[in-house]
């Protein structure tokens, strides 16, 4: 049988405090271990093994000793359970590895070396929501360091009603909450935190429904778009972009900026999407090939457009150069051709994405196809970029049907 006790070391240091110790005992042997815990020896009861009250800190180091008379009590009790020789070597040990041992990583550490990975690996704009999440998620708990075990069920749905109190849309919390939910995934997987941690099992985020419109431009609109004039070389570029977007699959403008000369094999294109790693393949048509000759980059290139004017860009550059060429000389010119077109809707480059979705579920594509087509990881993603179908398109397939 082991015994153990708390006492103080024989040895006394310069300030006149005394080590507080374990003394291990058996089989007639002993050995002490420092908890790295002093006291001077008037301030220690040898009654009852504790800091006497006199001492200013007496509650958190007998707090302490209480911890490790547990863990002790345990690693013993483990040790006779399984019936096996041990020695106090063994015990010093298992106590050593509990002294080692790191603290759990918190959420908030664990997400923001998610984000740090993602600006590594030039995601910038995936990186910038996750920052904006885990801000979001501090701004509610109202501090910087959130453990896992702080966001359960309950948390979670005060979050989301902190987040509508404060103007948020459905689809600004879907996107929030989905987030926190892959990180917590992440965790998981990588034996981070253990399962029973994961909130998402009773709160569902699809009971958040995004009301907003999704806007998009139909076949019809398209063709007035295709038609239309351009008054200059702004409204030329701007519509030359959205249409190679809709014709290449609706592909990302950040996609398309990088898209290289290599990635051209006869008469197609394949690429790696930026944000998903799917690979993605499209046909180089007539219009694709004209707006790559319009735009092309000299020989010492190796990107299609002339837009890159760096061969090993760094991700901020390449970042920069989304946010000012969408900013500056697309989506501006972009709302002046709809006007001009007399089409009442706010359209932006990455419409041209919904639009060929949408077009694609209204000339009835599976969505397996079109998820496919998109680069998209799977079908949910794909749902959200389909809109419902308006009241004289759903007439006119009922009426296909049954008439």
Request: aromatic share 10%.
């Amino acid at each position: 049988m082991t015994t153990f006790n708390f006492t103080l070391s024989s040895s006394t240091k310069a300030n006149g405090e005394k080590s507080i110790v374990i003394v291990l005992i058996k089989d007639r042997k002993n050995t002490s271990i420092s908890i790295s815990k002093s006291c001077k020896e008037k301030d220690w009861s040898f009654e009852t093994s504790r800091v006497k009250n006199s001492h200013k800190d007496s509650q958190n180091i007998n707090k302490f000793i209480e911890k490790y008379s547990n863990i002790l009590k345990k690693i013993i009790d483990d040790f006779e359970l399984n019936e096996e020789p041990y020695e106090l070597k063994d015990i010093v040990s298992a106590l050593k590895t509990f002294k080692d041992k790191k603290a759990p990583v918190s959420y908030t550490e664990f997400h923001t070396e998610l984000i740090h990975n993602l600006k590594r690996e030039g995601k910038e704009s995936t990186a910038k929501t996750e920052k904006d999440t885990l801000k979001s998620i501090q701004n509610f708990f109202k501090k910087d360091k959130i453990t896992f075990k702080e966001i359960d069920y309950l948390a979670l749905l005060r979050y989301v009603s902190h987040l509508t109190s404060i103007g948020n849309k459905n689809a600004t919390i879907g996107i929030r909450t989905r987030t926190i939910r892959a990180v917590f995934n992440k965790a998981i997987n990588g034996g981070i935190i253990p399962k029973n941690l994961y909130p998402f099992e009773k709160f569902k985020i699809s009971k958040i429904k995004d009301t907003s419109k999704k806007e998009f431009l139909t076949e019809e609109e398209i063709q007035l778009f295709k038609n239309y004039e351009c008054k200059n070389k702004n409204e030329q570029f701007a519509k030359d972009m959205f249409l190679l977007s809709y014709y290449a699959r609706g592909i990302n403008f950040v996609d398309l900026i990088l898209l290289t000369k290599s990635s051209i094999s006869k008469d197609h294109i394949t690429y790696v999407r930026r944000k998903t790693g799917v690979l993605v393949t499209f046909k180089v048509n007539h219009f694709i090939k004209d707006i790559m000759n319009k735009y092309s980059s000299n020989e010492d290139s190796k990107y299609i457009f002339s837009i890159m004017k760096e061969n090993e860009p760094a991700p901020n550059y390449i970042q920069n150069k989304k946010n000012k060429y969408l900013g500056k000389f697309i989506n501006p010119f972009l709302k002046d051709i709809v006007a001009g077109c007399k089409i009442n809707k706010h359209i932006t480059y990455y419409c041209a994405r919904h639009s060929f979705a949408t077009i694609l579920k209204f000339n009835n594509i599976s969505i397996e196809i079109i998820r496919e087509a998109l680069g998209h990881k799977d079908i949910h993603s794909t749902m959200s970029y389909l809109n419902t179908l308006p009241e004289n398109k759903l007439d006119s397939v009922i009426e296909n049907i049954i008439l």
